[in-house]
């Protein structure tokens, strides 16, 4: 069941929705507030403005819930599609007035055959922890090379998790930042899914690795900074 995707109906059709609560495999559960999916550019921080900033040409928006972003930007009159894996939040992009919404995983998406590459790809409030572990992230940006131009870039945020081992020892196996949720709506639970936070110095040395140029562009008071990257040439 698409546990997220019902919060967001709710949200969508009769709101407000009901409490959406995160657990997680580093402390206890988390209130989500569902209509934080649903705000409007005034209400965005910096740092998403400046990513919004950033974005230019054919781009695909990954992970784009209900299309709060893309919005923005097909208001600004970018080519942009927004893509998400659950398909009632595809839906309610369409039904918000995104013109360009698709239900996919960018972890097996392909171009398809005649359609032209991406110029820009954009992971908003950590959307590239869908690649699940440093090695998933490196996989990843081995392939999303076969989805840009040339001269394209990945733009994203992630934090540093390291604050939350202050008090308590990293974990012995693997590395901090990888981590594991579920959603819980109306007492429902859904799958756990893994999901990566990636410090910045972890994040450039894999990028290098990769073939890839990494830039630091902004950082906030809360650990989290926005990046950068564009094919090495």
């Known amino acids: 069941m698409d546990v997220f995707g019902e919060a967001l109906k709710d949200q969508f059709m009769k709101p407000p929705a009901e409490t959406l609560w995160v657990h997680n495999s580093y402390d206890e559960p988390e209130e989500m507030p569902v209509d934080l999916y649903f705000r409007n550019e005034k209400d965005m921080p910096e740092l998403e ?14 992970g784009a819930g209900v299309g709060s972003h ?4 097909q208001k600004r009159g ?5 893509m998400d894996i659950s398909a009632a939040a595809v839906e309610i992009m369409k039904q918000r007035g995104l013109k360009q919404a698709i239900e996919g995983n960018i972890l097996q998406f392909k171009i398809p055959e005649g359609e032209e590459k991406y110029d820009t790809l954009l992971f908003m409030m950590n959307g590239i ?18 989805l840009i131009n040339n001269d394209g870039q990945l733009v994203f ?3 540093d998790l390291s604050y939350l081992y202050l008090e308590i020892p990293f974990p012995e196996n693997g590395y901090f930042g990888e981590v594991s949720f579920r959603y819980e ?6 799958n756990w899914f893994k999901w990566v936070y990636v ?3 972890t994040l450039m040395n894999i990028a290098k690795t990769a073939g890839w140029n990494a830039e ?18």
Do not use: M, W
Request: with cysteine.
């Open 185 to 190: 709506y109306k007492s429902t639970k859904g």
């Open 70 to 73: 893309a919005l923005i930007l």
């Open 157 to 159: 945020d992630s934090s």
């Open 216 to 233: 630091i562009l902004f950082e906030d008071d809360s650990d989290q900074y926005l990046a950068r990257l564009t094919l090495a040439r």
């Open 199 to 201: 410090d910045q110095k």
């Open 49 to 62: 403005l400046k990513a919004l900033d950033l974005c230019r040409g054919k781009t695909l928006d990954v």
């Open 78 to 82: 970018l080519d942009i599609t927004g």
């Open 129 to 146: 922890g869908l690649t699940g572990s440093l090695p998933g992230l490196e996989s990843f940006l081995s392939s999303a090379k076969n």
